[in-house]
């Protein structure tokens, strides 16, 4: 299934068929308690024509189809046209005649050889795909197919329940869909076999007049995913109940910014129990973990998180420990953090953000919206006492509420970041005393913009290209840097996000994936190789490329003046943060070292944790990870971690990997249990 759906939080979920009596059939899209979207499917006889659009947050994909099933249910014609989510042009085409198929995608032509019955998985289909692959897979031996261009498909069942609506009570079915991307997809299946809902703990796509079952069916997504993630976290947390000796490693010490000589560092519960010689004698009882060597660092802080359940363990074995949440669904959030922080499923710390959001037609549907000075600064309030460590004002916010939205924040101990209101500034932000600047495009913006342009749209990353020839030595910039120097502010620019925005192209691998893209499952390579933008106007594609080195100028030119920098993604974070870290050595932003310090210890000491993480030190949290290389000449290194614990639990990737069928980078250490290599 395609990854379009991560592009936009994980928030377009496959959705659904037509009912067996109906040739036309209408799907709705419900997201933070509102239809944002919708899909209809037309079918007369074997031919199917579908038209989807969502539109949340001022943006979302919008796709045209027209599909032919023959035997089996199986595609034999599929055109499908229209734009993703950041408005890159779709066209891709597939059809198959006799024992020959061939198809058209981002990444060019492909064909093969077909000798027993496939399942084309489109690269750039609407959530109709569902419906195709569940018709197919129920006729299918086992459930199972071969899928084009590979990989394979199978159907998981599930329980059945009874859900009501306009049309009147219908028994489905829960089917899980594993084998082509990092997760499983969760359906309901109606008793005729067809797609009716496709549930998430966020959102759902769900047959039209059963709307009012959304609450219903999420907190049963949400309990479908704890399940799984609960068996996960019981075949690959390891808690051992004698002292841990990791031995032989080198610490990464925030305070020289070097390694330290060869230790060995002993861990007891959730603490480090302490860090002592190397020749020191081990204790009756131990467990010895072999360090071969290897660095051990302090856990990493991903600050530009909307941490789901699904990418909680990954971020953990990418070495993150600790995440910054800059927007969710408060009660989903709430119970995810409970089940992580008490053990019941892996994943980081959480650092929590208040999102509080204007009411507009381009409202992103997150945390508490609102539609008055009075009730804005009640969320603030709302926030301040369920003990949020900021809140985050975003793009439909009025802009003349700012000032008191942020004294109040102040006053309840908390700090303020956010983007950059509509028809506002970030110099007008600035003034009005947020403490971060989030996104660096969010910060840049009105030295390229007129009055009046709006930037709830995409507007506010298509206006990038306006940097093409623009002049970094202009007084408008020295004002607005100056300004964020006299106010001691920070900034959190996601320049990952901007690298995938400006320089992914249809049919390359980008950048950032080079060094884990043939790690990944079929289709979750096929999304990792298509554009984010539409680049076809002339000269477009030119003046987005300009674009990137001008954010990267104004990067560097910010930590050059003292302006504190944090590493955030907004990406999902796990091997896209690592590419976040990288971008700053490779393009000479600050130097490895710099780079570590500021992922861990920096970042501790920044959001007030620095007493108890981001160095490894006796009477500190266990949260480190351990590598064979040494990122303090290469950060590139913190790619192949072996060993992460976090809270003093021990995980292995090798392990963890293969269960989201993922290829791992590296092997286990070795762990010896035996008392007896104890005196």
């Not at 539109?55 to 994909?61: L, S």
């Not at 507009?360 to 539609?371: E, H, K, Q, R, T």
């Not at 091997?575 to 490779?586: D, G, K, V």
């Amino acid at each position: 299934m395609s990854k379009n759906r991560a592009l936009i939080l994980a928030l377009l979920l496959t959705a659904a068929p037509t009912m067996a009596c109906a040739e036309t059939t209408t799907f709705s899209f419900i997201f933070g308690g509102k239809v944002v979207g919708h899909l209809i499917a037309d079918t007369k006889g074997d031919v199917t024509t579908v038209d989807y659009d969502v539109k949340n947050n001022g943006r979302g994909p919008t796709i045209a189809e027209v599909i032919k099933t023959g035997p089996g249910g199986l595609p034999v014609e599929w055109s499908i046209k229209g734009a993703t989510t950041f408005g890159s042009k779709v066209e891709e085409h597939f059809s198959q005649a006799g024992g020959h198929a061939e198809w058209l995608d981002s990444t060019g032509k492909g064909s093969a050889a077909v000798k027993a019955p496939a399942l084309y998985v489109a690269q750039a289909a609407s959530p109709w795909s569902g419906e195709i692959i569940a018709q197919a897979l129920l006729k299918a031996p086992n459930m199972t197919l071969a899928a084009l261009p590979g990989g394979t498909l199978h159907l998981e069942k599930g329980e059945t329940l009874t859900v009501n609506g306009a049309s009147g009570p219908v028994q489905v079915t829960r089917y899980d869909l594993v084998g082509i991307d990092l997760e499983p997809e969760t359906m309901l299946l109606d008793p005729q076999g067809h797609l009716f809902a496709d549930p998430s703990p966020s959102g759902i796509m769900i047959r039209k007049g059963y709307e009012g079952e959304e609450t219903r069916l999420r907190k049963l997504a949400a309990d479908w995913s704890t399940a799984r993630f609960v068996d996960m976290e019981k075949a690959v947390a390891h808690h051992y109940a004698a002292p841990v000796r990791i031995k032989n490693v080198r610490l990464f010490d925030p305070k020289t910014s070097n390694l330290t000589e060869p230790v060995s560092v002993l861990v007891r519960g959730r603490n480090i129990a302490a860090v002592e010689p190397l020749d020191s004698p081990p204790t009756p009882g131990e467990v010895t973990v072999d360090g071969a060597g290897g660095t051990l660092v302090a856990g990493m802080y991903e600050m530009h998180a909307h941490i789901q359940q699904g990418g909680a363990l990954l971020n953990l074995v990418a070495g993150i420990t600790t995440v910054r949440d800059m927007g969710n669904d408060n009660a989903v959030l709430d119970k995810l953090i409970q089940r992580m922080d008490s053990g019941e499923i892996g994943g980081p710390h959480v650092i929590r953000s208040g999102f509080i959001e204007g009411k507009s037609p381009y409202s992103a549907n997150n945390g508490i919206l609102v539609d008055s000075q009075e009730k804005a600064i009640d969320a603030v309030r709302w926030y301040g006492a369920r003990d949020y460590w900021q809140i985050k004002i975003y793009n439909s916010m009025n802009p003349a509420w700012v000032p008191a939205m942020v004294k109040e924040a102040h006053l309840l101990g908390m700090r303020v970041a956010g983007h950059v209101p509509a028809f506002a500034t970030a110099d007008e932000m600035i003034g009005d005393g947020y403490d971060e600047m989030t996104h660096i495009n969010q910060f840049m913006l009105q030295w390229v913009m007129t009055q009046g342009e709006d930037t709830r749209t995409l507007f506010r990353l298509t206006a990038l290209k306006r940097f093409q020839n623009f002049d970094l030595s202009s007084p408008k910039v020295a004002h607005t840097l100056q300004l964020m120097v006299d106010g001691h502010k920070a900034i959190d620019p996601t320049l990952g996000i901007h690298e995938n925005l400006l320089l992914n192209r249809d049919g390359q691998t980008p950048s950032g994936a080079v060094d884990y893209i043939d790690h990944l499952p079929i289709g979750a390579r096929r999304d990792l190789v298509k554009a984010w933008i539409d680049t076809s106007a002339p000269g477009d594609d030119a003046a987005y490329r300009a674009a990137w080195p001008k954010l990267l100028a104004t990067t560097k030119m910010l930590h050059d003046r003292g302006i504190f920098i944090v590493f955030g993604t907004d990406t999902g974070g796990s091997f896209t943060y690592h590419r976040e870290l990288q971008i700053y050595q490779e393009k000479g932003i600050m130097t490895a070292p710099e780079i570590l310090k500021r992922a861990t210890y920096d970042s501790a000491k920044y959001t007030g944790q620095d007493q108890r993480m981001g160095s490894i030190e006796k009477g500190k949290l266990a949260d480190f990870f351990l590598i064979p290389g040494d990122p303090t000449k290469d950060i590139k290194a913190i790619k192949t971690i072996s060993m992460v614990v976090k809270d003093g639990t021990f995980y292995y990737p090798s392990e963890v990997y293969p269960k989201f069928g993922i290829t791992p980078f590296t092997t286990a250490p070795r762990v010896i249990e035996a008392s007896t290599t104890a005196r």
